[in-house]
């Protein structure tokens, strides 16, 4: 794995290429022991863990997600702004209720949430059904997702690859060991509909070390999360 350095440390040294460098040691333009101390210093740099990663690699992003307003209508046909329940964050694509708060809101649920379930059962006269209204192709929804995975370097690169391959971004993250080789990863993620999250689950799926991904209700994820909207700090998670 030392050896993946090289080209990096060639391009540092001011080479082309790691040839031009290994060329440069024979001539005797450059001592051996100078690439081994640069190979050193950079194995120090690189992350032993998922939690290291998700500390020093994730970027700060643009968010695209609103104040929580969500387009939708009655069975009657008439539009409303209401907001999302943070306990199971509805997308598009997904069955919904409203909740009508006390204060005369609208909390938006997925159908099979059990607090929209339970509050049907409790107050009927405040579940009404709903629908999504017109959507903006630029609004994002957030969403929470749970990876369990063999702990191991390079991971959270290869999984923040395939998020970004799906045009989704990474908004909070947080990781933990929970045994020795296993680690998990709780990502918040922009998406725009049910139809793109559930594709990259399968594809997340399929990444070498990845044991399962499900989405999770954002109490489920520890606090601290490291919010990377606004830069790297951490935010509770509820």
């Known amino acids: 794995a030392k050896l993946d350095r090289i080209p990096e440390i060639a391009a ?18 450059v001592e051996a022991s100078t690439i081994a101390r640069r190979v050193c ?12 990663e998700v500390q020093l690699k994730l970027p700060s992003i643009e968010s695209s997600v609103g104040a929580g307003a969500l387009p939708v209508t009655t069975t009657g046909g008439g539009s409303i702004l209401a907001r999302a329940a ?15 708060t006390r204060g005369g809101g609208i909390a938006v649920h997925r159908a099979d949430c059990p607090n929209i379930r339970y509050r049907a059962a409790r107050e009927p006269e405040r579940v009404i059904s709903l629908s999504w209204g017109p959507l903006d192709e630029r609004q994002a929804f957030r969403v929470w997702i749970e990876v369990a995975a063999v702990d191991r370097r390079g991971l959270l690169s290869h999984i923040a690859a395939v998020v970004a391959d799906s045009d989704i971004n990474i908004t909070a993250a947080q990781a933990r060991t929970d045994a020795p080789g296993l680690a998990k990863l709780w ?9 793109q999250l559930d594709h990259l689950l399968e594809r997340m799926r399929l990444v070498a070390d990845v044991v399962t991904v499900r989405e999770v209700p954002r109490h489920m994820v520890p606090a601290g999360a490291l919010d990377v909207s606004q830069g790297s700090h951490p935010r509770p998670s509820s």
């Open 12 to 29: 540092q040294l001011g080479f082309p290429d790691q040839d031009s460098l290994f060329a440069a040691v024979g001539y005797g333009d």
């Open 41 to 52: 210093e950079e194995e120090q740099r690189r992350p032993t863990s998922l939690a290291e």
């Open 86 to 100: 943070h306990c199971c964050n509805p997308v598009p694509g997904d069955a919904i209720s409203g909740y009508i």
């Open 187 to 195: 990502l918040e993620l922009e998406v725009h509909e049910r139809r």
